[in-house]
């Protein structure tokens, strides 16, 4: 890797100023940390349409699978941390998905959305939640506010995680949650990936974490950890996506073809990764001290 200094001055986790590129396109630059692996990256060169690769509104059977998911996930973990009486934050709500599911167990007033992009808060205002188009350090939320907080796959967007972390620690009640999903770039998918891993997710995604560097990331902000853990649901659409750009495969039949051969070598795969503690994205659970 190329030696080279960073726009940034220092890490995020250990706080060196001592970074490689670790790859090089057309919409940015990736540095990795020479002293702990983060991965941050430079710029985003041209704009995208967020609403056309987030949210789609296309009925397919992906969104019926994460509805269900994030039913059980709502009913076996995010209860154990929250009644319905008190008020909790999705951030980067996208279409609202996650929304609509929590507004089965809660009303609808105890429940707020934080997404940037304007056309996607507007489609979650049109189904009756309150959403703020603008980052979470933007809102002015009240201090203590809320008792949870979630961020499925959000972290890796953040511009400044410095910032939104810290106001994530003034809007959170003193022992509120924060949850959040993030790929990992412990997983051997990465490894096996490198630039073409689905982590990198050009050029949406802006800092890359490991289960280790996130939760020392939370520590040293005035969080303590409550469990980290797999998550195993991701698994197989992650290395399909990982090898569909590392095989460039371009036509949806021929990798709709290679995805059945696929299939036994991404079970293994997720198997042995998980049994060794390297998913494709991992979950962290910590409370506020």
């Not at 250990?14 to 057309?26: A, L, P, R, T, V």
Request: aromatic content about 18%; glycine content about 8%.
């Amino acid at each position: 890797m190329q030696k080279k200094e960073a726009f940034f001055k220092k890490c995020l986790v250990c706080g060196k100023n001592d970074f490689s590129i670790f790859s090089k396109n057309e919409y940015r630059i990736w540095y990795t940390c020479c002293s702990c692996g983060l991965l941050r990256k430079k710029h985003i060169k041209k704009e995208v349409n967020l609403r056309e690769n987030y949210y789609g509104g296309k009925f397919n059977l992906g969104n019926i699978y994460n509805k269900i998911y994030f039913y059980f996930y709502i009913r076996f973990v995010l209860l154990s941390y929250i009644n319905n009486s008190e008020f909790l934050l999705d951030l980067g709500c996208g279409d609202g998905r996650f929304l609509g599911v929590l507004g089965r167990f809660f009303p609808k007033k105890m429940i707020y959305g934080v997404e940037p992009d304007p056309e996607g808060a507007l489609i979650v205002g049109q189904k009756g939640f309150v959403v703020f188009d603008k980052v979470l350090s933007k809102c002015g939320f009240k201090s203590d506010f809320f008792k949870v907080i979630t961020a499925f796959h959000v972290v890796e967007h953040f511009t400044d995680p410095i910032e939104e972390i810290r106001e994530i620690g003034r809007v959170l009640k003193p022992g509120g949650y924060f949850v959040a999903f993030t790929p990992n770039i412990r997983s051997w998918g990465f490894k096996i990936g490198g630039k073409d891993w689905w982590g990198f997710d050009s050029p949406y995604h802006t800092v890359l974490w490991s289960p280790e560097l996130l939760g020392k990331f939370l520590e040293d902000n005035g969080f303590e950890i409550v469990s980290r853990r797999n998550l195993v649901f991701e698994q197989i659409s992650c290395i399909y996506n990982t090898l569909k750009v590392k095989l460039c495969v371009k036509n949806r039949f021929v990798f709709s073809f290679i995805k059945i051969l696929l299939v036994p070598f991404s079970l293994i795969l997720t198997l042995i990764e998980n049994m060794f503690n390297y998913s494709e994205s991992f979950e962290i659970i910590v409370r506020k001290k």
